[in-house]
């Protein structure tokens, strides 16, 4: 049973527009929700995080925003750059210091110039 | 650059064998988690280990894996007589564990892709 979900396994967005990547959790003791993006061959990249207490948080070209009531959170990236393309992880964790992070199978973005 | 280190990057085992994956945290953390991709799916936890302490294993699986961070020297995680459904990828994370009200975040080793033929 999938706790974390990312519905869409493929995004394809043309430079300099909003690239907007969904997740749905279903369990609502997850306190903490972070967004990673990986190249092929490489680690996951920590990118922007948010607490349950807030429902935005933003770092230059990357936002996410927390809907607690529709358990759903979305990584908004404007504007869109080539070096975007990558598969981007949604993740969520308890708000214990130390609990393993959820993953959702991830979705692969595709920014054409 | 004082980042998550993993080796090796790539281990190919016969079915049998025995498969050892280290991960070096980075410079400070004393949190080590390690996480396996397998193809097209995500990433799913395995352990969570401190110095010298197992703290989660609750996603490992019960027979022939095990894990160890010892007081000096890099975590191990250990798979022994490899079948070939445990090719994936092996990621290694650490934290340092400053907890302030929100989690921490983990940081990502390049993995070590473990091929079992």
């Known amino acids: 049973d999938q706790q974390v979900k990312q519905n869409s396994p493929s995004l394809s967005v043309q430079e300099g527009r909003i690239s907007i990547l969904n997740c749905d959790y279903t369990n609502s003791m997850f306190d903490y929700f972070l967004w990673y993006k990986k190249y092929p061959a490489e680690g996951p990249t920590f990118l922007i995080s948010i607490s349950s207490i807030k429902d935005k948080n933003e770092d230059g070209r990357f936002t996410v925003f927390l809907n607690k009531s529709a358990k759903h959170l979305s990584l908004h990236i404007v504007p869109s750059q080539p070096g975007d393309s990558a598969v981007y992880f949604c993740a969520a964790s308890g708000d214990q210091a130390g609990t393993a992070l959820i993953f959702g199978k991830g979705t692969t973005l595709s920014v054409s110039s | 650059n004082a980042g998550v280190m993993q080796n090796p990057r790539h281990l190919v085992r016969r079915r049998g064998q025995e498969a050892r994956l280290r991960c070096s945290p980075m410079?400070?953390?004393?949190?080590v988690y390690w996480y396996r991709q397998l193809p097209e799916e995500g990433l799913k936890f395995m352990v969570y280990l401190q110095k010298e302490n197992i703290i989660d294993e609750s996603g490992m699986p019960k027979e022939r894996f095990s894990a160890e961070f010892p007081k000096e020297g890099p975590s191990i995680l250990r798979i022994q007589q490899v079948v070939r459904g445990d090719s994936a990828a092996y990621f290694c994370?650490?934290?340092?564990?400053?907890?302030?009200?929100?989690?921490?975040?983990?940081?990502f080793g390049p993995g070590t892709r473990l091929t079992v033929t």
């Open positions: 410079k400070g953390h004393s949190h």
């Open positions: 994370a650490s934290s340092s564990n400053q907890f302030t009200g929100g989690s921490d975040e983990q940081y």
